[in-house]
């Protein structure tokens, strides 16, 4: 949200706030790394409007004390975190109401001891910690045993997870309302109680599971009438297969799920094929495939699907080994598409013909709004007839995959109107 947007129109926000939720019109209010003190005040109104407030720099707690209302919802990103976090910050820090925790490379130690002390958390992500100590297992099953009453989504690095750590993640599974499970990284197999738990699981919304040997168990266990509400499945690099896929897409709540994200796994253009002769049928509006091992032949038919009327709304590609030929007629037919409305083609070799057919044919798409390039693989031509074309509006930004590697992209942007000069 704007400063300028927060002065004269806040009173608007609360007046609004009264008749429909805001978070159907900018659901999180972001604080600034530094704050003017004559800003700290308009700052500390708007939190008490937005629904969260999103901490992703380093702030001193004493001007987030300055700048936030007490019962004001946070999301703490780990670059909110200091470097090696102590559990006395982490008892400060749960003062605050914090909704959502993203942990850092090295928080672990200090965080998994005060966990108790947030009360409000609903959302908590160790993903990208280093592996949990014993002493920090010990500490993370009794926090789930008798605390944390709000949590119900949690994101767990796999690797030296003990049984007795995934036998309390299995027994709060079964006895909450969790929304949200995902496991990170190579580790022993779960028992199969936490299997059991997951599969019965009918609140679960989002499956999380990257390099994790789960990924293959639930294709070859999941069932119809498993996950009633499932909204979100990524399986990335858990090697599936077209045979993986084979069993897995029976079993998925089609009339749920909207966001499906297979990247990282050798599906082929054979487990394509089995995706697409599926979609039609499922409520699908975003599509993942990077590092698929996609050949021209599954390009093109994922492009005659795309023709159709569909619900995707994105798709998303990465470093398929794809010429230039096949790639132009890929953009060509998907530009014909009458509900795309993002299509990302990462670390793709676009060059000039498939650059020139991108312009021709997306020129008079009034659908598709963005286009993501990866601009390592833009030849200078291809990012000259990009730019002269589109002018100021392709710029090249810094992009975060949230979903993927944590790595920033330089990429070209192209918003495609009828409007462009």
Known sequence: MPRDCLGYPLQCWRELSTRMPLDELWP????????RDDDAALFRGASLVFSHVVLSQP???????????????LQLHASSLPLAPTPA?????????????????RSCEGLTSALPFFRSLCTLDLGRSEPMTNQQQGDLVHALETGLPALLSLRLRHEQLTKEALGALAAWIA????????????????????????????????????Q??????????????HWPHLTTLRLHACALTARSVKKLLPGLPARSLRKLDLSENPIGDKGLQLLLEWLPASSVHYLQLANAGLTPKGLMALASTLRRPSRLVTVYLENEAIDDRSLARFVKLTA???????????????????????????????????????????????????????????TRFSWPRRHLRRRHWTSTRCKLRSTVQ
């Not at 999180?28 to 704050?35: E, F, G, Y």
């Not at 702030?59 to 919802?73: I, K």
């Not at 910050?89 to 490379?105: D, P």
């Not at 994790?212 to 009438?225: A, F, M, N, Q």
Request: charged letters at 15%; a positive charge.
């Open 59 to 73: 702030l001193d707690l004493t001007l987030l004390r300055r700048c936030v209302q007490p019962n004001a919802r």
């Open 89 to 105: 910050w982490f008892q400060e820090l749960a003062t605050f109401s914090v909704a959502s925790l993203q942990g850092a490379r």
């Open 28 to 35: 999180r209010l972001r604080l600034p790394a530094r704050l």
């Open 175 to 210: 006895t909450r309302p969790v929304r949200g499970v995902g496991l990170v990284g190579c580790g022993d197999a779960a028992p199969r109680a936490f299997c059991t738990a997951l599969h019965a699981s009918d609140t679960l919304h989002t499956l999380d599971m990257e």
């Open 212 to 225: 994790s040997p789960l990924g293959l168990k639930i294709c070859r266990d999941v069932s119809p009438g």
């Open 336 to 394: 014909q598409s009458p509900t795309l409305q993002y299509l990302a083609l990462w670390h793709m070799a676009v060059a000039v013909e498939s650059a020139m057919d991108m312009v021709n044919a997306l020129y008079h798409n009034q659908k598709l709004e963005v286009v993501l390039l990866g601009s390592s693989a833009l030849t200078t031509r291809a990012a000259q007839i990009v730019d002269s074309c589109y002018g100021v509006r392709a």
